[in-house]
């Protein structure tokens, strides 16, 4: 993921901060932002997660015209694949399961900013699983810099995938 | 509302029910505002017929969103500076959660104050969702 522009918006960290709960007006009132430390609209600790919205390429969003793996008239909008090579269980990044997640914040971040992400080469490794087959973790560090370079966010996901059986079906 | 190191003492802790009943809604919410549309999340007919769950289940991200308000409501606005987590159990629909923030260290690094805490979400069977820990920087 390499993401150009990821615009900070307040209606954005609104809506984010409403999804996980949080009714702490620093994330939805710039008055009251205005006589605070932070001085302004500030996004929630977990807010760079979003910026998938502005990843042209993002697997988990359905995009017009192609094939989504969500149910539409059947429980998979994707045709089987005829060679069976096992790639069609939970499809796309359907399997992927995110086991960590880590933040350094480096300063604030507050709405009206505008960020890029990118990731550094991520590093992967296996394991074996406790039910059979192979866990494969993935671990990908992005960097939130603004556009002269800052660095404001540094986030480190792990993801774990199971390399499924292929099942007789 | 920032936190000054004198009011703080290791081992000081505060628990906090961040969400009870946890809905369907809400995932759909977090799915909308993150943009992780991933049907496992929203979509029970795929979640059990083609990934075989028994329903659908909370972005892990929605837990760690949730968790880190009971840290940013302790220490205030902006004071994180760091904050990890790990996933160890899936939170399904109906879910509440209970989140305990414990300070295990105040520190001075550089003339900054700091203080590190571990937080640990917990579901109604006292299972934990959420492990992790965080640092924030103090007056």
Redesign the interface.
């Known amino acids: 993921m390499a993401i150009d522009k990821f615009p900070v918006e307040a209606t954005?960290i609104m809506?984010?901060a409403?999804?996980?709960?949080?009714t702490?007006p620093?994330y939805s009132d710039a008055e009251y932002a205005k006589g605070?430390?932070?001085g302004a609209v500030?996004a929630?600790?977990?807010f760079v997660?979003?910026?998938?919205?502005f990843?042209d390429e993002?697997p988990?969003?359905?995009m017009p015209g192609k094939p989504w793996?969500?149910?539409g008239k059947e429980?998979?909008g994707l045709k089987k694949d005829p060679k069976g090579d096992g790639g069609g269980?939970?499809?796309g990044?359907?399997?992927v399961?995110?086991?960590?997640?880590?933040?350094?914040?480096h300063?604030?971040l507050r709405a009206g900013e505008v960020l890029t992400a990118t990731n550094l080469p991520p590093k992967n490794w296996e394991k074996e699983g406790r039910r059979g087959g192979k866990l494969l973790f993935s671990e990908t560090t992005t960097e939130y810099r603004t556009v002269d370079g800052e660095l404001v966010v540094t986030a480190?996901g792990v993801g774990v995938r199971t390399e499924k059986v292929v099942e007789s079906k | 509302m920032s936190l000054k190191a004198s009011e703080l003492k290791v081992g000081d802790s505060r628990e906090v029910v961040v969400v009870d009943d946890l809905s369907r809604t809400q995932i759909v919410m977090y799915a909308g505002a993150s943009g992780d549309y991933n049907p496992l999340h929203t979509d029970d007919k795929f979640t059990q017929e083609v990934a075989k769950y028994p329903s659908v289940f909370a972005h892990g991200m929605l837990s760690m969103g949730m968790t880190g308000r009971v840290l940013t409501d302790w220490v205030g606005d902006g004071r994180l500076t760091k904050y990890g987590v790990r996933f160890t159990k899936q939170v399904f629909p109906g879910a509440t959660l209970t989140t305990t923030a414990t300070v295990e260290a105040i520190r001075n690094e550089g003339g900054v104050n700091y203080a590190d805490f571990t937080v640990v979400t917990k579901d109604q069977d006292g299972d934990a969702v959420v492990t992790g820990s965080a640092t924030a920087r103090l007056d």
């Open positions: 954005h809506m984010f409403r999804a996980i709960g949080d702490n620093i605070t430390e932070v500030i929630p600790p977990t997660q979003a910026s998938a919205q990843d993002y988990l969003r359905p793996f969500g149910s429980a998979t269980s939970g499809g990044n359907g399997g399961l995110h086991a960590e997640q880590h933040y350094e914040y300063r604030p480190r």
